[in-house]
């Protein structure tokens, strides 16, 4: 590491939304020594999108600098499922799910983070070795008011829902991992500062060092109003095809497509400003589809984008569903062929007049549709739907 930590102060404090706190960060780059950064993730899926990316590139930039990220695999925690801004209680998963899950997120991860830079941790390690005095005296450290202080823990016992006792517990058993870790610093969303700052306390209620708290922003998603959620479907996830992730890219309103180049990419946000906001996406898909697959693969979507709707051409290879029925169940059909991540995807577009039917021998022909249940006259038909998903319907004879 330079003697001069300025470079490394400013790094962390890019972006950042709350950095608690900086002065005990400055006594820490002042030792002269790699942080310990941690970052957690419980594998209660089994895809990393585009808005966990925001912190994976900052610890990336951070590893580049000289300092080690401890990467947190919560194999027990995710058993409880986080709480954070959740109105009811999650799904328990199995312990195949989890495994499976957390496979696939340090794979995705290391498209980003250096290997050798980045220490894999399971938190079941210590979980499965801990006796009940031990984790009594985990219990005594934080106090069921201070707990319940939290918005969603508070809305939820006002509005009568479900709130388990696994969910209370949750921030002290997440935050016990900075403690056995020793963390100097730790990373999350917004979303998870209650979570960090319990990590914070614990290390102080142990006689440790405590870590420093830095939250990030979270992206917000496609609809441009939720933050990016597999659950809500309006997320890109970084192992989707390459034509799905560019056409959804071309889909971000135009309002939010600066925040997009702010935390995803480092591109000079005044020379975005100044360009046209179909270019500046065109530049952002390329960006992330050459990230996350090739150079190659971006200029043939590029190509192929500007065939479809600059030039208003159907794409030569389109999926193909066939029915012997002259009627056909639109929602039904969208979310079978996966055209949508869901029936309710399906319903919305269809709500908001953005599902056009064409005459496969005349393109001229067409109409928007309004109803799931749909005849049509001609034995193929091609449907549009949104600004880049296709399907054409056969009837068989």
């Given amino acids: 590491m330079s003697k001069d930590f300025s470079t490394h102060l400013e790094a962390i404090k890019e972006n950042t939304v709350d950095l608690i706190s900086q002065e005990q960060l400055k006594e820490k780059l002042k030792e002269n020594k790699p942080l310990k950064i941690k970052i957690g993730f419980d594998p209660t899926a089994c895809d990393i999108h585009i808005g966990h990316t925001v912190l994976l590139r900052k610890l990336r930039r951070l590893q580049d600098l000289g300092h080690i990220v401890y990467f947190v695999i919560g194999d027990f925690t995710a058993k409880i499922g986080d709480p954070s801004g959740k109105t009811a209680q999650r799904p328990v998963l199995n312990e195949s799910q989890i495994r499976s899950h957390a496979l696939t997120y340090t794979k995705q991860a290391f498209k980003i983070l250096r290997k050798r830079k980045t220490k894999i941790i399971y938190n079941s390690r210590w979980y499965?070795?801990?006796?009940?005095?031990?984790?009594?005296?985990?219990?005594?450290?934080?106090?069921?008011?201070?707990?319940?202080?939290?918005?969603?823990?508070?809305?939820?016992?006002?509005?009568?829902?479900?709130?388990?006792?696994?969910?209370?517990?949750?921030?002290?058993?997440?935050?016990?991992?900075?403690?056995?870790?020793?963390?100097?610093?730790?990373?999350?969303?917004?979303?998870?500062?209650?979570?960090?700052?319990?990590g914070r306390n614990l290390q102080q209620f142990f006689n440790q060092p405590p870590q420093v708290v830095a939250t990030m922003p979270l992206l917000v998603g496609l609809d441009g109003k939720n933050k990016m959620s597999k659950s809500l479907g309006n997320y890109i996830g970084i192992t989707e095809k390459a034509k799905d992730m560019f056409g959804k890219v071309m889909s971000i309103p135009d309002e939010i497509m600066r925040e997009y180049f702010r935390l995803l990419t480092d591109f000079d946000l005044e020379e975005i400003k100044k360009m046209h906001p179909k270019d500046a996406k065109v530049k952002l898909a390329k960006y992330l589809v050459s990230t996350y697959h090739s150079r190659q693969a971006a200029e043939k979507e590029s190509k192929e984008f500007q065939k479809v709707f600059s030039e208003k051409k159907i794409p030569a290879r389109i999926p193909v569903y066939k029915t012997e029925s002259k009627k056909i169940d639109i929602v039904e059909?969208?979310?079978?062929?996966?055209?949508?991540?869901?029936?309710?995807?399906?319903?919305?577009?269809?709500?908001?007049?953005?599902?056009?039917?064409?005459?496969?021998?005349?393109?001229n022909n067409c109409s928007v549709l309004k109803k799931s249940v749909t005849f049509f006259s001609s034995p193929e038909v091609i449907l549009k739907i949104g600004k880049k998903r296709f399907l054409k319907i056969i009837a068989k004879r």
Avoid at 162 to 176: D, K, N
Avoid at 340 to 354: C, H, M, P, V, Y
Wanted: a positive charge; glycine letters at 4%.
């Fill in 128 to 198: 499965k070795k801990m006796n009940l005095s031990s984790f009594l005296s985990l219990l005594s450290s934080y106090t069921l008011a201070r707990i319940l202080e939290r918005d969603d823990f508070s809305n939820r016992i006002k509005n009568q829902k479900p709130l388990s006792l696994l969910e209370v517990v949750y921030p002290l058993i997440q935050g016990y991992d900075s403690y056995k870790l020793e963390a100097d610093i730790e990373f999350g969303g917004t979303d998870q500062k209650f979570n960090l700052l319990v």
């Fill in 333 to 363: 059909t969208l979310s079978k062929m996966k055209l949508t991540s869901s029936k309710n995807e399906a319903r919305r577009l269809l709500n908001q007049g953005a599902i056009t039917m064409f005459d496969s021998k005349d393109l």
